[in-house]
């Protein structure tokens, strides 16, 4: 957690305002919630969820524990109203997995003998964020592909709904074949 904050909030790294950062925990994950805190989070910037959000599982036995997602608020012109929703007002771009249980077949938690935290973040979503994006498809390199794609089919992006689904399609295809 101290990582992912230095690395969000501090002007030598990311620089984003603490204001805009919203935290999900597991419902009973005082742990997490006390350290949030500890780094400067306010408790209103923090929201338990339950399991189907704020639990990870490898399986139906196995390796799990609760998580936390770091979540920035886009602002009132997109639509939700709070982390975890449905809507894009609050996007998630981090998430830290604390994985400290084996999930037996009777559905009891032992403790790993050794903890761990497996973490992630979202390179495009963070993209989005650092440039000020609406979608994935606006984040510079993505939206050359989109431009292309376009180009290609002799239209322009935002100016026909219909075709901009399409567009969208053809540039997320693009882009996994970029990345394989």
């Not at 990582?3 to 597991?26: C, N």
């Amino acid at each position: 957690c101290t990582w992912a904050m230095e690395f969000i909030s501090s002007p030598e790294h990311l620089g984003l305002p603490l204001d805009r950062l919203y935290f999900t925990v597991f419902t009973d994950d005082d742990e997490a919630i006390e350290i949030w805190k500890s780094l400067g989070v306010a408790e209103d910037h923090i929201t338990r969820l339950g399991e189907e959000d704020n639990f990870w599982a490898a399986g139906p036995t196995g390796p799990c524990g609760p998580c936390s997602e770091i979540y920035f608020d886009q602002g009132p012109e997109f639509e939700g109203e709070a982390p975890g929703d449905d809507g894009d007002r609050y996007l998630e771009f981090w998430n830290l997995v604390f994985t400290q249980f084996d999930r037996q077949e009777d559905g009891s938690l032992p403790e790993l003998p050794h903890r761990n935290i497996d973490t992630g973040m979202g390179l495009e979503r963070l993209a989005v964020v650092v440039q000020d994006v609406e979608s994935i498809f606006e984040v510079d390199t993505i939206r050359a592909l989109l431009d292309e794609a376009a180009k290609l089919a002799s239209t322009r992006y935002h100016e026909d709904e219909k075709k901009d689904v399409s567009l969208r399609v053809i540039t997320d295809h693009v882009r996994s074949c970029t990345f394989m």
